[in-house]
Structure formats: structure tokens, C-alpha cells
């Protein structure tokens, strides 16, 4: 889970004398806005360690001795550890997962260094790596085995998606960031993690982001059955509430899965405009659905693409001796933002306010070739919605595997082009941008709980205007009664015109 990446900070931060505080237990839990349970503890940093120290110590505990593999006598061992179900053992609180940890980009100029982005501010992509690893930290924290004594844990922890990363502020690279977290929900081996990033402004710890993320266990012995942890035991109303939330959670994550467009046609509303879209910008004068023209201040969809590779390399490998899903996003992140700047030319950068449905379908191995596709898949207004899928390439038979996809969503300070989708599939793309368009805009409080799915089946502001515009009757469109006068005029094309439509048709397919 962990990656090497995450140990590099400076080593003279290990050298200070980091003391964490606890607070009475009657005064623990106080409910943030976000749907986090954060303690009442003192703003003065020096009572959090650093989220290196956190990070190595969980390592030794847990994973340390996992680096090279879990082979022979050990295996065994690791497999005679694993709880044979989940009520062999004790159940847990939030609490008892809670953790906190201090990224001192404010007061060790090393570290910021490592996370100041050349653009200005923090590297996105480099603190949602740290959330990741901070996840997997909680859960770890959160397991307890009492066959376990000292030693590797007979459980590994993987992550298997991220949901609903709002940014609620801009990430400043001269003030030190806190990350807070943990489990909101539990089912027999999967877990779902709060985590929230603070940062210091003016003496007071400021909310700027949260998410959550869906991490499950393993055996540690083979990395491939699943492995039972603690029953969850919510105590006040507001642990209810979240549980509760982190159950309604898997419910959407699964009906959101059901009403795939991979497996579901679109509604008839999206039917309906992806058609008017289609109708709005074919060339009507010349009679063919494959001769289409661009509306103002627009850009098709298939120029709006940015791609790059990268080898998999021994340095990018966590401790189950897999590619770090952190460094994976982080790459994903990256590639968004390039391509959405690319795409809109603006003179000022994109601002992230939103990430969602980062999947995890498939472990991606040392030495393999992984590949990142972006494309713009919806515009509005001012705002960018961007798709990101790493695929692995398979030696054998060449073809592209896929094991990641995100989506990214962008805000501008201007008005940005409108994407077009030329093809069924990219318009499949564009309504799943739409989709989680709209999910954005309601997590960022943009829109009411709820109204994301009403929007989705309703003709709504989110509706390109330009699909609105009535076409021209008199010159378009023909009736009933001058069906005769067409037939008898000359309707052949001039050679031009048919060998200009036959162009772009072969340029369609090819």
C-alpha cells in the first residue's frame, strides 16, 4: 500500500521531539462540516507528528518485514494469524481508528520544496498520494487481531477506490497542512475512510479538502483472498449519522455502477440531446449526416486529447511489491490539468475543485507499460469536466488492459469552449461526464442533495445552449406539400460538394 516515494521527506524532521496530545474522552468527538468527526485538540503543530513518522511507524509494525515478498515458512505463518471470521473479533469504534498526522510544508523548507508546484501553490497529485497512504494507516490502526502479536499483520490493506475529493479552498505551499481521518463505515472486509486535509492560516487550522476512500483487506499471505476485520460499534448520534451515510454511500456506489452507460442505454432525455447535439451541427445544406460543422466557440471532442506513458519501474512499487495506486493518481491528476489547460488556452491555469470515481480494477505490476489517456468530456461555462483511464499494455497480445479511471473537474476564470462529441462512444463519454458533472456540483453544495439525479433526467440549465437553436425552416426543412417540387427539381450535388462529403466520411472512419 505504502510507497517508497512517501519516505523521502527530509530525515531531520524524525530529529524533533513530536509529542501527541490526547484529550478527555468525554470531550473527544466534535462534528465538523463535512461529514467528519474531528477532536478537540490544541492548534500548536508541534502536538502532531509528521506524517512521515506516522507513515514508517506502521510500517515496521505492520508491513516491514513484507518488502521482499511473503514467501515459505512465513506465508504459513502470516495464513495461521488471519481471524477465521469476523465475529472472532472485537468489535471497534470511530475512535479507535482516529489518527492525525502534520505535513510541515510551512515550517520545513525541504519538505515544501517537495510539494510546491511550479504554477504556484500545493501539487495536488502529491497530496491526494499522501491521503491515500493515510487511509491505509487508519485502517491498519483500526484492525485489531488478537492472534496477532508482533510481526508483520496477517491483513493487507489495498485500496479500491476514492470518492468525491472536494477542494474547498486553494492549497497554499507556505502553511502547514494537517491531515485528519477514519473509518466512517465497515462491512466484513471492506472499510470506508474519512479523510480530511486542514491547513494553518493564521493561527487556525482551515478546512480544504476531504474524501473518501473505500479500502478492503487482504490475506497478506497470498494478496488474494479477502480478509475479515473488525465489526464497527457507533456510539453517539453523530457517529449514526455518518454510519449511515457510509452505508447510503455503498448503496449509490452500486447503483451508480447498475446504471452504468456500459450497461444501461441513456434516459430519454439524454437521448433526446445528445440527438439535438448531432442535429445542431450537421451540415443541412448538403444532405449528410456525416458532413458536420462546429458551432461558435467550439471543439470536437476527439482533438480534445492528451496522452503520455510511463514505464513501471522498481522505485514506484509499494510493499506488496505492486505499483502504488497514490503515484497512479498522482500521474492521472497531472495529466488532466495539462490537458485541460492545453484544451481551453487559457492564459490563467485551471483550478481542480472536484475528483471522483477513482477506480481500482487491476494491480499494475513491476516492469509494466502503463499508459494514461485524458480527454475533455464536458464543458460548461466556465467549468471543465475531464476523463482520465491508465491502461496497461498486455505483451502478448498487445492490446490495452484497463486499471484506473478518474474523473477530474475544472473551474476557469473565463468562459471555456464547448466540447462536441462526433461519435456514439464519445457520446457516451459525454453523458458520463455530465453525470458526474452534476454529482460535483452537488458535493461542492453547488446543488441540493438530490438535485444531481433530478438534473440528469431533466432538459436543465446544464444543456449546451447552442443545441437550442431552432434551425432556419425556410431553408432546412421541408413539408409535406413541396415533397413533390424537391423531387422535381435537380437534387444531384455538384462534384465538389460530393467529394468534400466523402472526405470527411473516410476521415470519420479511418
Not at 472485537?90 to 482516529?98: A, C, G, I, Y
Amino acid at each position: 500500500m505504502f510507497s517508497k516515494v512517501a519516505r523521502k521527506l527530509s530525515t531531520s524532521i524524525k530529529d524533533k521531539p513530536w509529542m501527541m496530545k490526547k484529550s478527555a474522552h468525554h470531550n473527544f468527538w466534535n462534528n465538523s462540516i463535512r461529514n467528519l468527526l474531528t477532536p478537540c485538540v490544541d492548534s500548536n503543530t508541534t502536538s502532531l507528528k509528521p506524517f512521515t513518522v506516522v507513515l514508517e511507524e506502521t510500517q515496521k509494525q505492520h508491513i516491514s518485514k513484507q518488502n521482499n515478498g511473503v514467501k515459505g515458512q512465513c506465508r504459513e505463518f502470516l495464513s495461521a494469524l488471519l481471524p477465521p471470521s469476523q465475529e472472532s473479533l472485537p468489535p471497534r469504534t470511530m475512535e479507535d481508528s482516529f489518527i492525525q498526522a502534520l505535513i510541515p510544508i510551512g515550517s520545513c523548507p525541504d519538505v515544501r520544496l517537495q510539494y510546491t508546484s511550479h504554477i504556484g501553490g500545493a501539487r495536488l497529485g502529491r497530496l491526494v498520494q499522501d491521503m491515500d497512504n493515510f487511509a491505509a494507516v487508519v485502517v491498519y490502526k483500526y484492525i485489531d487481531n488478537p492472534l496477532q502479536g508482533q510481526g508483520p499483520s496477517a491483513h493487507a490493506v489495498v485500496t479500491a477506490r476514492m470518492d468525491h475529493l472536494h477542494i474547498r479552498e486553494d492549497i497554499k505551499n507556505d502553511a502547514d497542512i494537517k491531515l485528519v481521518g477514519h473509518v466512517t463505515w465497515v462491512g466484513s472486509s471492506s472499510a470506508e475512510v474519512g479523510v480530511g486535509m486542514e491547513q494553518m492560516d493564521e493561527g487556525v487550522w482551515k478546512k480544504v479538502c476531504e474524501a473518501k476512500f473505500v479500502m478492503v483487506a487482504r490475506d497478506a499471505a497470498t494478496g488474494t483472498k479477502s480478509a475479515p476485520i473488525n465489526p464497527l460499534v457507533v456510539k453517539s448520534d453523530d457517529e449514526k449519522i455518518l454510519f449511515e451515510l457510509g452505508k447510503n454511500n455503498i448503496a449509490s456506489r452500486a447503483k451508480a455502477d447498475q446504471d452504468s452507460l456500459f450497461k444501461e442505454p441513456p434516459s430519454t432525455i439524454e437521448s433526446n440531446l445528445i440527438h439535438d447535439m448531432f442535429l445542431s451541427t450537421v451540415d443541412h445544406k448538403v444532405r449528410s449526416f456525416a458532413a458536420r460543422v462546429k458551432p461558435e466557440n467550439s471543439t470536437w471532442m476527439t482533438d480534445s486529447k492528451l496522452k503520455s506513458v510511463m514505464m513501471c519501474e522498481p522505485e514506484h512499487k509499494n510493499d506488496y511489491n505492486k505499483i502504488f495506486g497514490g503515484l497512479i493518481m498522482e500521474k492521472c491528476i497531472d495529466l488532466a490539468f495539462t490537458n485541460t489547460w492545453v484544451f481551453t488556452g487559457a492564459a490563467q491555469v485551471p483550478v481542480c475543485t472536484h475528483i471522483d470515481d477513482v477506480i481500482f480494477l487491476k494491480a499494475v505490476e513491476i516492469g509494466d507499460l502503463l499508459y494514461f489517456h485524458s480527454q475533455v468530456v464536458f464543458t460548461h461555462e466556465n467549468l471543465v469536466q475531464a476523463r482520465v483511464s491508465a491502461e496497461v499494455l498486455d505483451r502478448q497480445t498487445k492490446r490495452l488492459k484497463l486499471t484506473n479511471v478518474l474523473q477530474v473537474t475544472f473551474k476557469l476564470p473565463s468562459e471555456v469552449p464547448h466540447v462536441i462529441p462526433q461519435s456514439y462512444h464519445e457520446a457516451m463519454a459525454y453523458l458520463t461526464g455530465r453525470r458526474h458533472f452534476l454529482v460535483s456540483l452537488e458535493n461542492e453544495g453547488l446543488l441540493a442533495k438530490g438535485m444531481a439525479e433530478k438534473e440528469m433526467i431533466e432538459v436543465s440549465k446544464y444543456t449546451p445552449l447552442w443545441t437550442l437553436k431552432k434551425l432556419d425552416t425556410e431553408e432546412h426543412v421541408f413539408n409535406k406539400n413541396n415533397v413533390q417540387d424537391m423531387l422535381e427539381e435537380d437534387t444531384f450535388m455538384e462534384a465538389e460538394i460530393t467529394q468534400d462529403i466523402r472526405a470527411r466520411e473516410s476521415g470519420l472512419l479511418s
